[in-house]
C-alpha cells in the first residue's frame, strides 16, 4: 500500500502502486520498478515471525480493560510516518509495537499499557579502538553524562559486517543485533569483540570501517530512543 500526501498536487508518496515503488534517498524523491524482495526463510526470521505471530494471538486473550489501556494511551506514543506526518497507532498497533520490541531484546511482554517514561539522553558514541592484534573492539556511551545503563532500561548495541574505509552511510539492514547490556552494567570501553565475531566473524582487513549503533529500550514501555551510531577503522 502507497501513502500519498497531497499539497497543489502530490508533494510525496511512499510505497508502491502497481509495479512502481515510491521513495527517497539523499538526492531526493525517486520511482522503481517494484521488486520482490528474496524471503531466505532462514532460522532467525522464522523466529521473528513466531514472536510477531504469538503476539497478534496474544491481543485476543487480554481482557477489555487491558485492551483498552493501548487504546487510551495509544496518543501518547505517536510516530512520524513514511510521508513525514505524525501519526497515531491503533490499540492493536501499540500493543504489537512494544511487545515485539520487548520481546526481541528478551524482556518480558506487557498486557497493561503504562504512560510514556522519560528515556535518557544517549550521548556521543565512541569506538575506542578496534584492534585485530589484541581481539579489542571497545565502544564507550554515556546516557545523560552517565556511564552504566539507567534502571529500567536495556541497552542494545547493534553493529555491520566491516565496509571499505570510503563507506559512511549503511543501510538500516545492514545492523545486526549484537549484545543486550542490562541495568547498571558500565558501557566505558566496553569490549564487544567475542560478541561482535559471535555474529559477523573476527575483524580482519586492517583500514575497513565498521559502523556500531546503539539505542535504550524501555522495560515498562517498550519505548526506544533513536540510536547513536559511531565507526571505527580496523587497525
Keep these: 500500500m502507497a501513502r500519498i500526501l497531497f499539497g497543489g498536487g502530490v508533494a510525496q508518496i511512499r510505497g508502491s502502486i502497481g509495479?512502481?515503488?515510491?521513495?527517497?534517498?539523499?538526492?531526493?524523491?525517486?520511482?522503481?520498478?517494484r521488486s520482490q524482495p528474496a524471503n531466505r526463510n532462514t532460522l532467525a526470521q522464522q523466529g521473528v515471525r513466531n514472536i510477531f505471530g504469538s503476539i497478534a494471538r496474544r491481543w485476543k486473550t487480554l481482557t477489555a480493560a487491558q485492551?483498552?489501556?493501548?487504546?487510551?494511551?495509544?496518543?501518547s506514543f505517536p510516530y512520524v510516518n513514511s510521508v513525514g506526518l505524525s501519526s497515531v497507532y491503533t490499540g492493536v498497533q501499540l500493543f504489537q509495537k512494544?511487545?515485539?520490541?520487548?520481546?526481541l531484546v528478551g524482556s518480558p511482554q506487557i498486557s497493561m499499557m503504562q504512560p510514556p517514561?522519560?528515556?535518557?539522553?544517549?550521548?556521543?558514541?565512541?569506538?575506542?579502538?578496534?584492534?585485530?592484534?589484541?581481539?579489542?573492539?571497545?565502544?564507550?556511551?554515556?546516557?545523560?553524562?552517565?556511564?552504566?545503563?539507567?534502571?529500567?532500561?536495556?541497552f542494545v548495541i547493534e553493529a555491520t559486517?566491516?565496509?571499505?574505509?570510503?563507506?559512511?552511510?549503511?543501510?538500516?539492514?545492514?545492523?545486526?543485533?549484537?549484545?543486550?547490556?542490562?541495568?547498571t552494567v558500565p558501557v566505558t570501553a566496553l569490549n564487544i569483540w567475542a560478541e561482535y565475531s559471535a555474529v559477523f566473524g573476527e575483524p580482519t582487513t586492517n583500514g575497513s570501517r565498521i559502523f556500531?549503533?546503539?539505542?535504550?529500550?524501555?522495560?515498562?514501555?517498550?519505548q526506544v530512543n533513536l540510536p547513536q551510531v559511531a565507526a571505527g577503522i580496523i587497525a
Design 19 to 33: 509495479g512502481t515503488t515510491y521513495s527517497k534517498n539523499a538526492n531526493g524523491a525517486y520511482a522503481r520498478n
Design 67 to 75: 485492551q483498552q489501556s493501548f487504546v487510551d494511551l495509544a496518543a
Design 98 to 103: 512494544v511487545n515485539s520490541q520487548l520481546a
Design 117 to 154: 517514561v522519560y528515556i535518557p539522553t544517549i550521548g556521543d558514541a565512541i569506538v575506542n579502538t578496534i584492534a585485530t592484534h589484541s581481539d579489542r573492539f571497545e565502544v564507550t556511551y554515556s546516557f545523560d553524562a552517565d556511564f552504566e545503563v539507567p534502571a529500567g532500561f536495556v
Design 161 to 183: 559486517r566491516e565496509f571499505a574505509n570510503g563507506t559512511y552511510r549503511p543501510k538500516s539492514q545492514d545492523y545486526r543485533q549484537i549484545c543486550i547490556q542490562p541495568a
Design 212 to 222: 556500531v549503533r546503539g539505542f535504550l529500550v524501555s522495560l515498562l514501555t517498550g
